[in-house]
């Protein structure tokens, strides 16, 4: 393994994709559809028998070079449609992701950046722009641009003048440590490598951490994570991350992030069958989305005290797995009858819930690749939300569907609580029937986070499986972006 390799987990650096100096950078117009371009095109240099040649139009996502009078490259053309074309929804400056590995390399910039959408926009550049390069040719570790494989440098945008330039890169390095979390396979991706993820995070930003290990996970009594990880040789874990802005202040709003971890999931003694193996690296991806939020809030300095909990195993196969009939312990005093090794999320989220209710925080929200039954009702791009609070619900649709990182509000529908009921303990971990399967794992959460004042709950996919204009194929923190503004705007209140 190269040296490069050797430093993984690291977090990203966005200088390759974003430009410092507009003084000779390349203008790019976002076009709308039934626009005339020549009419919208107006810089001097660009050839206008070039434009009726090509016949450009603004139907979203076409995109086209401009010549200037001398052959030149002058210029590029986005088409942004109607102006609510991004992906998988929002405005369509989230398109601006298409360029950067579309583009000659070199510096471009908006040619009339819109005051409402321009930091969006540079967003999208940079998440466009990721690609995953560790295990690819010359094997340099680069997450973006350099020459790995032979590849050129991506194209870097200037950054509008008006937008936060730190807070663009705070975002976007975030969903790239994120995505290189989950992209890379559990063979170097085990407990102990998510952990040093989040030492990473925490010696970056100053945090303070603190990580129970193998056989103290039962001294410690979180003995539910304990019982999914012991079957692996690498030893399952609670990793607890703190934080708070150096500026301290008391009246401070308390939010505790959840994630599960379990970076590789074989289903235990229900074994899944070999298909439903091959993504399951991404089984972390809620972890992933934790601490890809984490590095935003704290780079950003966001006056809230945060707290971050990863519960961290690899359900696998030996002598000494748990069983299906087994009855589990956990932190709560309460009794869990397994009925599905296989549904091994929810004990681990069951214990880190249950200590991370104990502080009583504002606001505590679970991430998990959870359910397939989420996939299914919503698809791979909408993470099933559960909250009871209406108003919260809102803020949440209203700021992910406004930056293409969008949820959407399930129930925690109270008739389905008696699925879990089990003969011989005070709950089964799978309900009793086939239906609702992503609304009963969320009831079964929600039994374990009663202590906090207000409780949220998200089922991501944690994978994009195909390509976008917000990323190539492969893991995704989803709602990392959108917890982050409706955090910034409860804070702000």
Known sequence: MSDAMAAWPRIPDTTEVYATSASHARPVWLIADGDDPAAAITEAGISADWLKANALSGKAKRTALLAGSDGSLAGAVLGAGDGNAGEPCGPSELLLGLLPNALPAGDYRLATPNPDTAELAAIAWGLGSYRFQRYRGTGNGGTVGGTVGGKPAAAKLVVPDGVDAGRVAAIVEGVWFGRDLINTPASDMGPADLEAAARLLAERHGAKISVVTGDELLTKNLPMIHAVGRASDRPPRLIDLSWQPPSGGSGLKTVTLV??????????????????????????????????????????????????????????????????????????????????????????????????????????????????????????????????????????????????????????????????????????????????????AALFLRRFAGNAKRYAHIDMFGWRPAPTSLGPKGGEPHAARMLLNVLGEETAA
Not at 274 to 283: C, E, Q, R, S, V
Not at 291 to 300: C, D, E, Q, R, V
Not at 348 to 374: F, K, Q, W
Request: hydrophobic share 45%.
């Open 259 to 440: 994630g599960k971890g379990i970076t590789f999931d074989t289903g235990g003694l229900d074994l899944k069958p070999a298909a439903g193996m091959l993504i399951m690296k991404k089984d972390m991806g809620g972890a992933a989305s934790a601490l890809a939020l984490a590095h935003m809030i704290m780079s950003l300095q966001l006056p809230v005290r945060l707290r971050v909990l990863i519960a961290s195993a690899e359900n696998a196969v030996s002598g000494n797995a748990f069983r299906p009939g087994d009855i589990l312990t956990s932190r709560s005093g309460r009794t869990v009858e397994i009925g599905n090794t296989d549904a091994e999320g929810r004990l681990v989220l069951a214990d880190a819930l249950t200590l991370g209710g104990e502080s009583r925080p504002d606001l505590m929200i679970s991430l998990a690749t959870l359910t397939g039954a989420a996939r299914v009702a919503l698809g791979p791009d909408l993470p099933a939300f559960f909250t009871d609070d209406d108003a919260f619900a809102e803020t949440v649709a209203r700021h992910g569907t406004a930056i293409g990182d969008p949820v959407w509000r399930m129930p925690f529908w109270r008739g389905y609580e008696a699925r879990f009921d089990s003969e011989i303990a005070d709950m089964n971990n799978v309900s009793d029937g086939p239906f609702a399967g992503a609304v009963t």
